[in-house]
């Protein structure tokens, strides 16, 4: 059986000045209703861009996009524009991550509600209304019925995001691209819109596409963990899997980047050396092979002249590289063991 | 909002002053005596004495300010005995050279100069606003290049220039027309319309072109926005995304860019005035300097420097209006 969202080899290309922008490189996921993929990466790494292309906001003259994005079996790349437009905000809807800039500033929160009901569904203006209170209420928004008729500057940054959630949710989509929704917020608040985001996909059956670069969210929320870097995804796992036996060094860079509060450590966080490729020139091999500390493992120049396929390491648990499997094993072991001498 | 527009008027009221006072003092500077331009060709020292004494140019400074002040408010007399004159408030001055009260010169003039202000403004605003916005959808293609270029040339030109061309062609190349020549619209409304038309032409086309390059940038700026692509992601129709969500941000710069402009042309429109010959207040105003009619050029700059203050409060007591974001106070 297929799932709900089945994203197969996307490629997205941008032609600037410079050359052409390789922002999506064959990128595949799927994540079924009811079930949250999380899509983590540092800037640039093609998670907006995947989530644009799924939801064909991209401009379609200046950006090639090939590949296939089904959506409950419908092809999405070569749907018609018209087509889009019904499917953007009735079956799919989108939280972006700064929602004082998501919002118009000239239209009050209400209208701005009512106006997202009215394109999809056959309702008269006042029962849209209606409908956009409930939504509010839903959401968790304190005194619905006069916060509707404010101004997005006048609500603070939570009650901005709920609204953009319940914005999102006000046609009840069948799937939800959350594009980093709390990265704008206060650590308090962030964690009352996942909390939100769960009830409300928990209520509703919802799919949820999550994009962040924020692990403890990923952890705390994700079903699937797709890992991205330099518009290709890396690894692909379910959240445990992803966590506890990482498949790629690039991963293991990004947890012992994380801060642990279960650990005493008198280090300092480790960050990953280098910098991310230019989506221009990207190297003809592994694409984090020049930031890799793993690659001599690897027997000849592999690393610097094949790409790596997403190879199943385990059931359901892929990764692009080409350590192998035993390999990696013991170098992830051999990590922790530095890993727990340095802590202790 | 309401202690927002009594502190505005009063800082205007302080503002008028000032430039009331510099405007009277700069003139006083001058070296034209104002007492010599009463008498013309049958001047002689002695005359120009008596003159001054009569009509108050021996007076400190600050007396003469002072009268001036109250001939706004109350009016004023002039002179005494037999060749005593009225002149009622609001009594802006009273040219001798022209002999004729400045308020009664100016309200002939300020209903020619609007009309030609208001209607070159309503032309500029829907060219310029319509070739920017095209320009900004077409981004980069033939249309966007073309406009864009022939706005660089239009706002290059001068206005004399634009105007001239135009009056060379119209008139007396292609002879669309004849010489308009002013007529009070109570005489003939047809021939009053002509006489407006290349006017409007003339500023409207300089204007556009700075309104489709300012209108463009506002719309690619506002078409970049997070709201916008907001709009798209419920799956409005690019008519609504643009015509609605992106107009309404994109053009609210505009009101303010035109509510200035159009101040500054009530002041007198001196060049188009000139070459089509519209008696309005740039002609009076241009008129009064060739003659050193010095009551007169300070009540014209003083006219201009009110609309100019005037028009900057309602300019933001409108942006309150349109943005809800901005709170005055």
């Known amino acids: ?132 209170v409930d939504m509010l209420k839903r959401v968790g928004i304190p005194n619905a019925e006069h916060r509707v008729d ?47 985001l769960k009830s409300l996909q928990g209520e509703f059956g919802t799919a949820i596409i999550l994009i962040t670069h ?15 870097y330099a518009g290709r995804v890396v690894e692909r796992a379910a ?19 994380l801060p642990r509060l279960d650990e005493v450590s008198a280090d300092r966080l480790k960050p990953i050396p280098g910098q991310p490729p230019s989506l221009i020139n990207l190297p003809p091999g592994c694409v984090f092979r020049p930031r890799c500390q793993y690659h001599q493992f690897v027997p000849g120049n592999l690393c610097d002249t094949v790409r790596p396929e997403l190879d199943e390491n385990a059931p359901g648990h892929y990764a692009r590289c080409h350590l192998t499997v035993a390999q990696k094993d013991e170098l992830a072991a051999a990590r922790l063991a530095t890993h727990a001498k340095e802590g202790a | 909002m309401g202690t927002y527009i009594v502190r505005r008027v009063i800082a205007m009221i302080m503002m008028l002053v000032a430039l009331s006072i510099i405007v009277f003092l700069m003139f006083s500077a001058l070296p034209t005596n104002p007492a010599a331009l009463t008498c013309g ?115 290059s030109f001068p206005t004399f220039f634009i105007g001239l061309i135009l009056q060379y062609f119209v008139i007396f190349k292609l002879k669309l027309m004849d010489y308009p020549s002013y007529t009070p619209f109570s005489t003939d409304p047809v021939a009053w319309l002509k006489a407006f038309i290349l006017p409007w032409i003339t500023l409207a086309l300089v204007y556009a072109a700075f309104y489709a390059r300012l209108t463009r940038n506002q719309m690619l700026d506002t078409l970049g926005e997070d709201y916008i692509r907001t709009a798209r992601s419920k799956g409005l129709s690019e008519r609504t995304v643009i015509g609605k969500h992106a107009l309404r941000a994109g053009l609210t710069p505009i009101v303010t860019a035109a509510g200035l402009d159009l101040a500054a042309l009530l002041g007198g429109v001196v060049i188009t005035e000139y070459i089509f010959n519209l008696p309005g207040l740039g002609q009076l105003a241009l008129r009064s300097v060739i003659e ?38």
């Open chain 1, 1 to 132: 059986m297929s799932a709900f969202l089945e994203v197969e080899d996307l490629q997205v290309r941008f032609r600037t000045e410079d050359g052409v922008v390789n922002a999506c490189d064959g990128v595949s996921l799927d994540v079924d209703r009811g079930r949250t993929l999380a899509i983590v990466g540092e800037s640039g790494s093609g998670k907006s861009v995947t989530s644009g292309a799924i939801m064909g906001l991209h401009n379609r003259k200046r950006t090639e996009i090939h590949g296939s994005v089904r959506l409950d079996g419908e092809e999405l790349l070569t749907a018609s524009d018209a087509r889009l437009r019904e499917l953007r905000g009735k079956r799919m809807a989108m939280i972006f991550q700064d929602p004082l800039s998501s919002l118009h500033p000239f239209y009050k929160v209400g209208r701005q509600l009512v106006e997202a009901a009215l394109v999809h569904q056959d309702v008269s203006r006042s029962d849209a209304r209606r409908r956009a």
């Open chain 1, 150 to 196: 404010e101004y997005p500057h006048q609500l603070s940054g939570g009650m901005r995001q709920r609204v953009m959630i319940a914005m999102a949710l006000i046609n009840d989509p069948d799937l939800i691209i959350a594009d980093e929704p709390t990265t704008a917020l206060d650590v308090t608040v962030q964690a009352q819109v996942i909390d939100l």
């Open chain 1, 214 to 228: 924020d692990l403890g969210v990923v952890a705390e929320t994700a079903d699937d963990v797709a890992v991205m």
């Open chain 1, 239 to 257: 959240v445990r899997d992803l966590f506890h036996d990482p498949k790629m060094p690039y991963t293991w860079g990004l947890l012992s980047s």
């Open chain 2, 41 to 155: 060709k049958s001047c002689t020292p002695q005359v120009i004495a008596a003159n001054a004494k009569r009509l108050g140019y021996d007076q400190p400074l600050y007396v003469q300010y002072g009268q001036f002040v109250k001939g706004i408010f109350v009016g004023r007399t002039y002179g005494s005995g037999t060749a005593t004159f009225e002149c009622p408030a609001p009594c802006l001055g009273y040219s001798f050279f022209r002999g004729e009260d400045v308020t009664t010169l100016i309200k002939e003039r300020l209903p020619v100069t609007m009309v030609e202000a208001i209607g070159a403004c309503i032309l500029w605003l829907i060219i310029g606003t319509l070739v920017g916005i095209l320009a900004a959808l077409r981004r980069g293609r033939w249309e966007d290049r073309t406009a864009m270029g022939l706005s660089l040339i239009g706002y």
């Open chain 2, 292 to 329: 050193s009619d010095l009551p007169l050029i300070t009540a014209v700059v003083l006219v201009a420097g009110a609309f100019v203050i005037l028009a900057n409060l309602i300019v933001d007591l409108l942006y309150a209006v349109i943005d809800p974001r901005v709170r005055l106070g």
